[in-house]
């Protein structure tokens, strides 16, 4: 380490040896924190007005400090600006040039705040924008989602449970199921935004200012909704960002369990759907091959989502009042989580509407897997069979069909009736697919009448946001 004194940090003051080139690369987040440039100036902007507001700086500085601001702003987004890693962050770098162009004005900029409520008013503001990006595209895929479901009220498929042939269910409904878990991801996204729009600055280092500094006034002209209540917690909170991040993590969890149901769907095995191949690639080897990497892409980015929301967790575990050091660590997880959602969102936007079902063979898979044997069942309770012994003689009719290779529809009345003398000519209305979906004609039910009436709900619910 050198021994000369460091006069070009703007806290070189009470430093008699120049920071070690090591530790200086090692604390610094400029690489990183320069994506909020924008959010540090808007807040810089309204910390200086509000300054002027309350006679702690001159009009005439206001205006200085606001030209200089604009000009930084220009270097920045035409890629002129000059990042320096000595001067360690976004906020010390911006404040640093705009001294060197104003002049003396430049440093009265940081009076009454620290670089402590700076950042974490500016990880709101970002992730504020991130988050009304998000639902931008989130719902883009809702609408996407509703609208094919909205073509297949009536197409029937079969219906699972431990991946098994359960019941006949339409295709619309199916993507319906989808688009409730995307609804309480929209929810739960909101809810996050709601708790994050207060305003932390003022809080300065962490016990507040000495200024007559009025936060209502930058609360306000920052687009928050009040300022935060104590200057402790304003510091040191990084609630919102970890809430982000469990948001990002379940709506992952949900694009990951409908890429692996895609997955499948495009297999031979299953063959209900075709992806566009603009959504698909090949094999280097095998050229038969027309490989999901879209949805099995996003299947493993939640690998990395969960991954972020257990840094933040952790990075926050037993952390005392107020600020610390640690809480620069929380950027680039919450950089990556957005950017990681925002992709995901934008490839299943594309991809979900462009989905081909094949609905012969979806119609075929369902008839197969003896899908309407409850609807028997429930035929025979109508016929005043207690519901254990119809499941029963069901079963027994099952057997017979797994061994002779037919479906109950494909039965012979008299071979049903050796089951059950009470099955009549009526039966084969029961068993057929159509009028399996159509019986099940209540709310949350799988008649294609119900999903029409649902995907008409599901739309009215997106034009309210
Ligand atoms: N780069 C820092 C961070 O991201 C900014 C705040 C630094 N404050 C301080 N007292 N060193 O958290």
Redesign the pocket.
């Known amino acids: 380490m050198s021994k000369q004194q460091d006069t070009s940090k703007l806290w070189g003051g009470r430093f008699s040896e120049a920071t070690d080139s090591f530790v200086q690369r090692f604390t ?3 690489n990183f ?1 320069q994506r909020m440039a924008a959010e540090d100036i808007a807040g810089s902007l309204a910390h200086a007005q509000m300054l002027c507001t309350v006679g702690v700086l001159t009009g005439e500085e206001l205006s200085e400090i606001r030209r200089g601001l604009a000009q930084v702003e220009a270097e920045i987004s035409s890629g002129s600006f000059q990042w320096s890693i000595e001067l ?4 010390m770098n911006i404040e640093a040039r705009l001294t060197e162009l104003i002049g003396v004005t430049g440093k009265k900029l940081h009076t009454g705040r ?3 409520d ?2 974490a008013t500016d ?1 709101r503001l970002y992730l504020r924008s991130a988050i009304d990006a998000i639902a931008g595209q989130l719902t883009r895929l809702q609408e996407g989602t509703i609208g094919l479901a909205t073509q297949h009220t009536d197409t029937i498929m079969p219906g699972f449970t431990h991946l098994q042939t359960a019941q006949p269910v339409t295709f619309g409904h199916h993507l319906l199921a989808w688009n409730e878990m995307m609804e309480r991801d929209y929810g739960r996204l909101m809810d996050c935004r709601a708790r994050l729009n207060q305003s932390p600055l003022g809080a300065a ?1 962490l016990a507040g200012t000495t200024y007559p500094i009025d936060r209502t006034q930058t609360a306000s002209a920052l687009g928050f909704d009040r300022p935060t209540e104590n200057s402790l917690d304003s510091v040191s909170d990084r609630d919102f960002a970890i809430e982000f991040c469990a948001f990002a993590a379940m709506l992952l969890t949900h694009l990951s369990r409908i890429s692996e149901e895609l997955v499948l769907w495009t297999s031979s095995q299953f063959n209900f759907i075709e992806l566009p191949d603009r959504f698909c690639t090949g094999s280097s080897i095998m050229p038969q091959k027309k490989n999901p990497d879209v949805p099995e892409l996003v299947r493993g980015k939640v690998g990395r989502v969960n991954g972020h929301l257990v840094s933040l967790l952790t990075l926050m575990k037993s952390q005392p009042l107020a ?1 610390n ?1 640690d ?2 660590e ?2 680039e997880p919450l950089f990556d989580t957005v950017d990681t959602v925002l992709d995901c969102l934008r490839a299943f936007g594309d991809m979900v509407p462009a989905i081909r079902p094949k609905t012969q063979q979806m119609r075929e898979a369902a008839r197969r897997g003896f899908s309407t044997a409850t609807d028997l069942a429930d035929y025979l309770v109508r016929r005043g069979l207690p519901f254990r012994d119809a499941h029963e003689v069901v079963g027994k009719a099952v057997a017979h069909g797994v061994a002779s290779g037919q479906d109950l529809a494909e039965m012979a009345l008299a071979t049903l009736q050796g089951f059950c003398a009470d099955i009549g000519e009526d039966v084969f209305e029961v068993l057929t697919l159509e009028g399996s979906v159509a019986a099940r004609n209540h709310l949350g039910g799988t008649a294609p009448a119900q999903v029409a009436a649902a995907a008409q709900r599901a739309l009215a619910r997106l034009q309210a946001r």
Do not use: G, L, M, T
């Open positions: 610094a987040s400029v924190d360690e962050d976004v906020h620290s670089r402590n700076q950042v990880i280092a600020y050091k809480n620069q929380d950027k």
